[in-house]
């Protein structure tokens, strides 16, 4: 702990440092830059289509050859990694999920194009059955049951087909117990040792998903809801032991999401492990905001940076976040 003491007023202004920029610059305990940001993308069918999400103002679906050229904008501002997001075609979707480890669907396509096309970003793909789940559930639905250990397997193909296309870091988002453990062996044993994996660890059954959940196409999918799998949001202690867990199985970095209302539990997470510990400020956060702001009651620019600087604050190494372009073109001018 620092030390609280400081002499009595007058002797301590606190003020006397906010008096001018270059001062506040100088004891100014966070900074926010480009390299922190990880920019969520979804992708479509097709080609040149560009189909714009309405609860998501400003944020597009984009087919696989517009999405590497957005990529290629995004290594341009300096932004590090993009994560993919598949709008699955309706009729793909299927109980068995086949679709979620076919080498050509469309997460792979889009790696691939991007590997290709813009060496210089690095690519986050996502693990879950849900795009591909005729149930809308990350996990195979048995009788209204979310099976564990049958996912897993299936979550183990998809991690492979993954890597396979070249993707640089998992993202597994599904929640189910002992992913990250058999993703981790499946990537050693078929020589993917570089492979990163960003464990969702600490993900709550969250309201705020809403707007993803239309993007990806699986609103109208989902039955029921993700409770006997995602955190619920009254606990914390849990969040420790999953992080503890998935660190256990080999996940090299973890993440807390949804992130503003949870940024108890991103510095819990940083102060007891000091691992890369990254927030996802997910649709409903950027709904929020964007709303807001489109009605003139918030100042845009303004309040997407403070909400990003609020993690670096909380401890996280940098933030999944849709504001990710916005981000860093405002922090280029500075
Ligand atoms: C599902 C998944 C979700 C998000 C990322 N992966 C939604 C859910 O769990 O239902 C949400 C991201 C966001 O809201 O921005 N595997």
Redesign the pocket.
Known sequence: MKSPIFAPYPATRFRRIKNRAETRALVRENTLTTDDLIW?VFICDGENVEQSVPSMPGVMRRSVDLIAEAAKEAADLGIPAICL?PYTDPDLKTSDCAEAWNPNNLSNRATRAIKKAVPNIAIMT?V?L??YNIDGH?GFVVDGKILNDETVEALVRQTLSQAEAGTDIIGP??MMDGRIGAMRVALEAHGHTNVMIMS?AA?YA?T??????D??G?SGA?QGD?KSY?MDPANSDEAIRLVARDLSEGADMVMV??GMPYLDVCRRVKDQFGVPTYA???????AMLQAAAQNGWLDQDRVMLESLMSFKRAGCDGILT?FAPAAARVLAKR
Do not use: W
């Open positions: 969520p997001f996502d879950a849900d795009p990350d988002s599904d969702y993900k969250s705020f998903y809403g707007p993803f959940r993007a990806v699986a989902l993700k995602q999401k949804p996802y400020q997910v649709s409903g956060e950027y849709y």
